[in-house]
């Protein structure tokens, strides 16, 4: 077969050995296909860098093959890595990811989630906090019957199926972490309070204080929003409080990334004076220096697993979910770095 010529259905049939509707089963998911042939299909498949054609798809079925992503998120680096993760998955199943932002008001929110319904005539949608717990974005869904599933959702946990970690065991343990170093003076930057997240790593780090008998101090503990900007005003109250505590532990990597740059200016060496430990585990968190001590979120995992889910029609209009399979949780990580030592 020549390089420039793209590779076709009945090409990957000649060479697995079998029939072009085998391929075809294997690319929709067909469970009636066995584990060694679907196999055999899509190692070839992968091999030959095949693509279904998606207009031909959508004629040949009631598929649209378009998978909608929703998202209110002001951090770039978490919704960057969600977003690689969901278009690569997309793409390994012959879907194509359409994307909007939903912000604004409530009315804003329910045009463009019309709009996607709409104009794509999508197969799916993944929602992401906060646009997971807003009521009415779910309302119109469900009227749409377009099925969904959500990404760390606070509320109507048994509306739709959702992927998510455990983010108050993940805070708990990563404040751990920090009182097995010696710190127990800990500050800490909330999250948006918008997303059940920020509450939940709230509790986790107060109640690791609480069980460690060790005192919350008022001072140390400032509201953020997920955002760099935010997280320098926190900080800069933090580390100028007359309570100046020996570690911060910010809701996620980019307030971190920010008192880590309050502390350069003020003189504070970190971590020599000042340990910083954030959360999700973003690209800068290995472009800092020091290198971010921080909690892996699984935010790519967590985009395959909400793609999986409705490209295998494991979520569907016909099909309603079991209870065990409305709440998929994924494992989290403590990455440790050099942004934290024993204080001095």
Known sequence: MSERRRATI???????????????????????????????????????????????????????????????????????????G???????????????????ESEQQLQITRSLIEETRVDGVILLPPVCDQPEVIEVLKESGVPFIRVAPDTQLDCSPYVCMDDYQAAFEMTQ?????????????????????????????????????????????????FTYKSGLSAAEKILTSSKRPTA????????????????????????????????????????????LTTVRQPIAEMANRAVELLSSGQVSKERKPKASEYRQVLDFELKSRDSVISPT
């Open 86 to 104: 969901a278009l690569k998955s997309c793409r390994a199943k012959g879907y194509h990811l359409v994307v909007d932002e939903a912000s604004g």
């Open 10 to 84: 009945q090409d990957v049939a000649d060479r697995a050995g079998v029939s072009k509707m085998t391929v075809s089963r294997v690319l929709n998911d067909d469970p009636k296909v066995s584990d060694k042939t679907r196999q055999k299909v899509q190692q070839i498949a992968n091999e030959l860098n095949y693509r279904p054609n998606v207009s031909a798809r959508r004629l040949a079925s009631s598929k649209s093959y378009f998978i909608g992503l929703l998202y209110d998120n002001p951090s770039e680096g978490y919704i960057s890595q969600f977003l690689l």
């Open 177 to 225: 972490l920090l009182i097995n170093k010696g710190h127990t003076e800990i500050g800490f930057i909330i999250g948006n309070p918008n997303q059940g997240a920020s509450r939940l790593r709230y509790q986790g780090y107060m109640d690791a204080l609480r069980s460690n008998k060790l005192a919350i101090v008022p001072e140390t503990i400032e509201q953020g929003y």
């Open 248 to 291: 911060v532990f910010a809701s996620n990597d980019d307030m971190a990334a920010a008192t880590i740059s309050v502390a350069n200016r003020l003189q504070i060496k970190v971590p020599d004076e000042l340990s910083v430990v954030g959360y999700d585990d973003t690209h800068i968190a290995q472009a800092l220096w020091p290198p």
